[in-house]
């Protein structure tokens, strides 16, 4: 693999992680060559288009300035790893279970990671893994 196209995917990344923070979510898509998410934590699968605007619908509104923090980045075979700061205020309603939790105002920061695989010879993304538990944020808010 050359250092062009790690360097390539690596920009893809940035520009996918930066273009969510401004909800620019036809952007996110064009990042993809089939837009995936499987969340580890919760193992949810968003596959799609649909089921993944679906999931950036939800996941911004309890918190609609989620943001997030590139702490370190490095390419190996087909994969982007990322660290980094998710950051956010609790300013919608959460559904927590059966529950709908109203906005606390609570901001929280949490360190996780999340690996973005590429269809070989590509820097179009086909799956995000983020890398979480979710009651860390939960925790953060003051809810767990």
């Not at 288009?49 to 390419?75: K, L, W």
């Not at 300013?91 to 927590?96: F, I």
């Not at 279970?97 to 820097?123: I, L």
Request: hydrophobic letters at 40%; a negative charge.
């Amino acid at each position: 693999m050359s250092n062009e196209l790690a360097a390539r995917r690596i920009d893809t990344v940035k520009r996918h992680m930066a273009l969510e923070i401004t909800h620019e979510w036809d952007e996110v898509i064009a990042t993809f060559e089939h837009p995936r998410y499987e969340m580890y934590g919760s193992g949810a699968v968003f596959d799609g288009e649909e089921a993944v605007r679906a999931y950036f619908a939800a996941s911004r509104t309890p918190f609609p300035d989620q943001g997030n923090e590139i702490i370190s980045i490095a390419h190996a075979d087909e994969t982007v790893l990322v660290e980094f700061w998710l950051t956010g205020t609790h300013l919608g309603p959460l559904k927590v279970g059966k529950q709908t939790v109203e906005p606390t105002g609570r901001s929280f920061k949490v360190r996780m990671a999340a690996t973005f695989e590429f269809k070989p010879g590509s820097d179009k993304i086909i799956c995000e893994r983020p890398y979480f538990d979710q009651g860390m944020v939960l925790h953060a808010i003051g809810l767990a």
